[in-house]
């Protein structure tokens, strides 16, 4: 054997462990990420308590449940669909991340309706009838309008994973033995799902 | 030929083995290329700086730069690159890449390729800066504090994605370096026998992944407060610019100990070795990284003194400023104890490693002078504070940086350079930076604003050393590059261990083989074991 193949041959060394502490550590640097807006939401909900109620009352509360559940259960079909892959058996563990896909679709195309709809009513960023609110209330949209695109970012991005994992899958590059690819998209789409368990009841449940 | 007697350099050639590698040792090297270059460009702005505040332009009768705001350009052009195109990725980058895991017996890190895609994202953040700097530059310093920043008319879309793809490349060779630390190591080689650099690149790594997020995001929201008008910072639509300089200053202090940590573990490395003597307290040394990695996450806050904040908070965080200050001077106490009764040798790097700690510990001083509240108040915004900094970052940092290059020059490229043109170089740089950076403070106690293009004649004088000084230092330090560049290519074969250093890396070639080691290392009990009579 050459040595560069020898070298090759160690770069190309299968280390789950090293691979899963090396997303955890990933998955940190997002928490923080989200994190700091979440700071900044504290601390501007400490200044504008009854701005922020106001904000509160002008999202669609059951857009938003309906969202969540979506998102829910596209983080438990995702799970399942790693314990499938697991125990071999690939065209399920294919089917249920397709059935993931259409979930976070769905919750893209609900974001759309609720985006669209605040849009009409002058709501958005850069409309001048935003200037016309009360401060705290324009705080409110700029930081919903942030977190919330965000996390719907993340969302696409996951989704686009898990069609890469997907065709990874087919393709039998990732199966029982060789899991971490799964594993850590799975993780991520955890992450994502998360997020959104938090930015639900600050942005619509707080009243 | 056996493959075996084959060198990194000489298992492929030509640029795409190089551009394409995923070699820890090449990317290395790739990184001194580039950060060698940006530390030159960077230097000749300072310069540029300091002939402007040569002369008082009262008396002179006019400007050198022709105004302010060029000089505020060229001001934002000299930190950036130094910060985020030197010192921040210089130790770990070259070094860290290259000797990180040799110093564990490990073949590369955990994740050679994201390794190269680091190195990618620093070259294309590099890229977006230069781009920035063609096209009509900056004028914000480089903290882009806001509302400044969130008005001003230059284009900050091309510096704040560059600081932000350097961001990536810092997040992504910390996690590289934290996973290597612990799935990588031979087998013997348990985490408290690691070299004190690989503690310290350690504790880099875990302060690269918890500081940089935040900069990241606060450089986004910026950017959407600039384009978007999200209202975060901005205090006409109910947000807070105070928040932004939290933000802001939650990831920068942490990044001086990415900056300082590793140099910090070089000194750890150097000492023992020229002092033939096993270090003084390993463990104390070790924790001390872990300590300042923890507590310098808290003091952020200091940088804020005069901003507008609660007295209580001050306090605080000038009293926890002060204890992150333990720790540094554990370390050194502990490396002056270690070099009690040593057998010292004052080969080159041993001269650099002197000079940090003394160029550190009146850094460290002086910081704490700018931690103490009341005084901070007097100083903040003056050169005291540009003095300060620059004998810790350029005092400490860039001296190790070139402490390091010169320990290791020999196993890096296998060749020598000439001792007395070092020593040479050193003490002009040595002279250089008193006259520059010591008047700093001195003119700043005298009230002498920083980041001003002009000042009243009565600080003509000392501003006229330090310019002077800056020449010498420049000069010192100008000579040294080309020297080490010319012997890079013509200077005398060097040994494997010209240092009789007891690390990993001198128990292999010089310069190592593509696996490493061609043979498997020995593992000491203890990382710099010399014998007991030596050591007496």
């Not at chain 1, 397709?98 to 409309?127: D, M, Q, R």
Request: aromatic share 16%; net charge neutral.
């Amino acid at each position: 054997m050459s040595e560069l193949a020898a070298a090759e041959h160690g770069h190309d060394h299968y280390d789950p462990e090293a691979n899963k502490l090396g997303f955890w550590l990933f998955l940190f640097t997002e928490l923080l990420l989200f994190g700091t807006m979440f700071i900044a939401f504290a601390m501007y909900q400490d200044m504008y308590k009854i701005e922020f109620i106001e904000g509160t009352h002008h999202q669609n509360i059951i857009l938003g449940t309906v969202n969540t559940i979506v998102l829910l259960t596209s983080s438990l079909t995702m799970a399942l669909a790693i314990q499938a892959l697991r125990r071999g058996l690939k065209t399920l563990s294919i089917a249920y991340m397709a059935f993931t896909i259409v979930c976070s679709a769905g919750f893209c195309v609900i974001k759309f309706i609720e985006w669209s709809a605040k849009y009409h009513k002058g709501i958005f960023l850069l409309n001048e009838n935003m200037d016309t609110l009360p401060k705290g209330e324009q705080v409110y949209y700029g930081l919903y309008f942030t977190m919330t695109g965000f996390h719907a970012f993340h969302v696409l991005v996951g989704a686009l994973l898990i069609i890469w994992v997907m065709v990874a899958v087919a393709k039998g590059k990732v199966h029982a033995k060789r899991l971490s690819f799964i594993d850590n998209v799975g993780l991520f789409w955890h992450l994502v799902d998360l997020v959104w368990i938090f930015l639900f009841p600050l942005f619509y449940l707080i009243r | 030929m056996n493959p075996d007697s084959k060198n990194f350099y000489e298992v492929a050639r030509g640029l795409t083995s190089w551009l394409f590698t995923t070699d820890h040792k090449r990317i290395g090297i790739l990184y001194l290329i580039c950060v060698m270059t940006f530390f030159v460009i960077a230097a000749l702005l300072g310069i540029t700086i300091r002939l402007e505040l040569f002369s008082s332009n009262s008396e002179a009768g006019g400007s050198l730069l022709g105004g302010g705001e060029i000089y505020n350009r060229i001001l934002t052009l000299h930190g950036v690159i130094m910060i985020f195109l030197f010192i921040i990725p210089a130790i770990p980058g070259v070094f860290g890449n290259f000797f990180l895991p040799i110093m564990i017996g490990a073949e590369d890190v955990s994740f050679p390729r994201i390794n190269l895609l680091s190195w990618y994202c620093y070259i294309i953040g590099a890229a977006l800066a230069l781009f920035a700097i063609l096209s009509g530059a900056i004028d914000t310093g480089w903290t882009f504090y806001v509302p400044y920043s969130a008005k001003t008319g230059a284009n900050l879309i091309l510096p704040l994605s560059a600081a932000y793809m350097l961001g990536w490349s810092s997040i992504l060779t910390g996690i590289n370096f934290i996973v290597t630390v612990h799935r990588l190591r031979a087998k013997e080689m348990k985490m408290f026998r690691m070299p004190l650099f690989v503690w310290a690149s350690y504790a880099t790594g875990w302060i690269q992944v918890i500081a940089t997020p935040v900069v990241g995001i606060t450089l986004i929201l910026l950017l959407l407060e600039r384009f978007l008008g999200i209202g975060i910072f901005d205090p006409t639509k109910g947000g807070d610019p105070i928040l932004y300089q939290h933000m802001f200053w939650i990831y920068s202090h942490p990044a001086v100990y990415v900056m300082v940590l590793p140099a910090m573990g070089v000194v750890s490395e150097i000492i023992p070795t020229f002092s033939r003597k096993t270090i003084f307290g390993y463990s104390f040394i070790a924790w001390s990284t872990m300590a300042i990695a923890a507590i310098g996450s808290l003091v952020w806050a200091h940088h804020m003194f005069t901003s507008g904040m609660a007295d209580e908070s001050r306090i605080l965080f000038s009293f926890l400023t002060f204890f992150v200050a333990v720790p540094s001077a554990v370390k050194i106490f502990n490396w002056l104890a270690t070099m009690y009764k040593g057998s010292i040798h004052l080969e080159p790097p041993m001269i650099f490693g002197l000079i940090f700690v003394l160029l550190f510990s009146i850094g460290g001083f002086t910081g704490l002078m700018n931690g103490t509240l009341s005084i901070d108040i007097h100083i903040h915004d003056t050169a005291f504070v540009v003095g300060h900094f620059h004998y810790t970052m350029f005092g400490g940092v860039g001296v190790m940086f070139f402490g390091a290059l010169l320990y290791w020059f020999p196993k890096m490229f296998g060749r020598n350079y000439n001792k007395k043109i070092i020593y040479l170089c050193g003490f002009l740089f040595f002279v250089g930076f008193n006259m520059l950076y010591g008047t700093m403070k001195w003119l700043g106690i005298q009230g002498m604003p920083r980041r001003y293009a002009d000042y009243v004649p009565e600080y003509e004088f000392w501003n006229r050393v330090a310019t002077v000084g800056s020449w010498v230092m420049v000069g010192g330090l100008f000579l040294m590059i080309f020297h080490l560049l010319y012997s890079v290519f013509k200077g005398s074969k060097a040994e494997d261990n010209p240092w009789e250093g007891t690390t990993l890396e001198w128990q292999t070639t010089s310069p190592p083989p593509l696996v490493n080691f061609n043979e498997p290392p020995q593992i000491p009990e203890k990382p710099y074991d010399y014998p007991e009579e030596v050591k007496s």
